[in-house]
Nanobody, 122 residues
Framework: QVQLVESGGGLVQPGGSLKLSCVTS????????RAWYRQAPGRQREMVAA???????RYLDSVKGRFTISRVDIRNTIYLQMNNLEPEDTAVYYC????????????????WGQGTQVTVSS
């Protein structure tokens, strides 16, 4: 079973920065994608940034140029560096992993962290 634990959220002023971390434990089998999602009150959860095993990344249009996703596999950690934060970035941020159910499986499993609150306000 894969477990994800996020940290790094908090209150920051507009224009400020935060770095979120997500430590994973348990086996993550091949062909995986690691991602950050967010959910603001009254809104649907949306994907903010993702990175696959090949290092390819993709971002929500509104965060391009401001957010950077990275991974350090030796530390089992996924990061989200957030710069030039805006009040619209206020949300609960969730870590997400999608990977094969086993090394030889053709089906995939999705895992979620518990979320960390990011509030951007003056």
């Amino acid at each position: 079973q894969v477990q994800l634990v996020e940290s790094g959220g908090g209150l920051v002023q507009p224009g400020g920065s935060l770095k979120l971390s997500c430590v994973t434990s348990g086996p993550i089998f091949g062909d995986s994608t690691r991602a950050w999602y967010r959910q603001a009150p009254g809104r649907q959860r949306e994907m903010v940034a993702a990175i696959n095993d090949g290092g390819d990344t993709r971002y929500l249009d509104s965060v391009k140029g401001r957010f950077t996703i990275s991974r350090v596999d030796i530390r089992n950690t996924i990061y989200l560096q957030m710069n030039n934060l805006e009040p619209e970035d206020t949300a609960v941020y969730y870590c997400h992993v999608l990977c094969r159910a086993s090394p030889t499986a053709t089906d995939y499993r999705a895992y979620w962290g518990q979320g960390t609150q990011v509030t951007v306000s003056s």
